[in-house]
């Protein structure tokens, strides 16, 4: 099956965003009696890489409106735990959180920070400390562990990487820094973003990550039928179409692995990479781009 460069996308199609509320949304304080808010859970353990993670509210009874609950920040009562920092280790987005009554649930967001020169796990507490509307519940506090990014063999690989591949045509790219951020940590599943900004921007490298030899960092691999650009219209007779990862026959199932160098400073991928345009699910014989070579070499 004969191959051929697709030269450009003429327009990718605009993702618009539109806020989670509405203007007419009704912002009234719950009056009904009988509501309790607590958190879900009284503990959390995350990775000092984790990023954005977040500590739900939850309403009991039936609210008839929302409730507004405030929330401190403390330390723990254990003297053997060493204390996280707000606005060093982690950083609160807001401690003044609205549970609408239809969802009855709500989180305050937090942001962990990495520092390269901590080692222990350290603790802080979220405690609701006031709550208008609802009746604060006695499960009204979470204890959360920052825990050391070499705790998880998964996000000791996550952070920046350099990529480098060479394309079917001879094109040589090189991305000096893209984040290897993962999306879960118990399955491996992660995603290097904008992996490639020479070749689209925002274009996300979907990998996985697995237990290989004991003591060793885990592998790699890259899933085919992964969808790379979605709902791109090129225009002419192909219109909307998505970017999928494929192999050089179009099969869309299965993966590719990675090889660590002997020092596991550096990962190969030797297989050749066909990021399809794809027409409702089916391979139109053309393509976006061709990798036939990457290494990736993590910074961190």
Request: proline share 5%.
């Amino acid at each position: 099956m004969k191959l051929f460069k697709y030269i450009s996308i003429l327009a990718v199609g605009a993702v618009a965003f539109t806020s989670c509320s509405d203007d007419n949304d009704d912002f009234s304080i719950n009056t009904a009696p009988g509501v309790g808010v607590s958190v879900e859970s009284s503990e959390m353990v995350v990775n000092e890489m984790k990023g954005i993670f977040k500590v739900p509210l939850v309403l009991t009874g039936e609210p008839n409106g929302y409730v507004r609950a405030t929330v401190k920040i403390i330390g723990t009562d254990d003297p053997s735990q060493d204390q996280a920092i707000a606005d060093n280790n982690f950083y609160v987005t807001s401690q003044t959180i609205n549970i609408p009554a239809d969802e009855k649930t709500a989180s305050v967001e937090i942001r962990t920070q990495y520092l390269e020169t901590r080692d222990p796990d350290l603790y802080f507490k979220v405690v609701i400390e006031e709550a208008q509307g609802a009746t604060i519940q006695p499960l009204n506090s979470c204890t959360i562990a920052i825990v050391d990014r070499f705790s998880s063999p998964v996000y000791s690989l996550s952070g920046p990487w350099e990529i480098h591949f060479t394309s079917y045509w001879g094109e040589e790219f090189t991305t000096t820094k893209t984040n290897l951020d993962v999306i879960n940590e118990e399955t491996g599943q992660c995603q290097f973003l904008d992996f490639c900004p020479e070749v689209s921007s925002d274009m996300n490298l979907p990998v996985i990550l697995r237990p290989g030899d004991e003591g060793r960092p885990y592998n790699m691999f890259i899933p085919l039928g992964s969808v790379f650009i979605q709902g791109a219209n090129f225009g002419g007779e192909l219109g909307i179409c998505d970017v999928t990862l494929i192999d050089m026959s179009g099969k869309q199932r299965g993966e590719y692995s990675g090889q660590w160098n002997s020092d596991y400073t550096e990962i190969t991928f030797n297989d050749d990479f066909v990021l399809g345009i794809m027409k409702d699910g089916s391979w139109t014989g053309r393509v976006y781009q061709i990798f036939t070579r990457m290494t990736l070499k993590p910074l961190l």
